[in-house]
């Protein structure tokens, strides 16, 4: 109703160019609320395929499956532990992996939530994943009942398939080293 008011207040040249923008924004809308729709599609199947991917990640760690845990994991990874450490490849957070599931980690549970998914590029994402755990030691042998705390995935995909490329973690209930 407005724009009838609009366009009967317009004369001449004014009327004629409003009227010949609104006739051209209608396919331009459309063309770009269908693209909309496509990438939303898409992102829905990837978003899909990534949550796939953390739940096979936690089901790895709850089965204590270094190597299950990993599959997702490129050869190069450059993954970043809780404590800061870095491990340069795939073999070696998967090691690092065993031997905590063989001690520390042995009785642990964890649970994932992906919180967010953004999308650098068709082939990039950045995702968050929060994750809770039960069940685990300390080094000193202690219990740690409860723990909380965030990976930051960085995944492309590849050959159709989303892999971790980055992983730095955070330990929310992390506490400073003994001096």
Partial sequence: MKMKKILSAMRGPQRVAAMLALLLAAPFTTIMVRRAAANESANSKDDA???????????????HDAHSMCVSLDDHVVWVNWRGEPLGTRQDVEEEHAKLF???YKNSHRTDEVKSIQYISPELASVDDYWTMTGAKKRDGSDWPYRAGLYNFLMAKRNGRWIVIVSHAADFNATAPAK
């Fill in 49 to 63: 395929a990534i949550r796939e991917f953390v739940a096979g990640f936690s089901n790895g760690w709850n089965t």
């Fill in 102 to 104: 063989a001690d520390l």
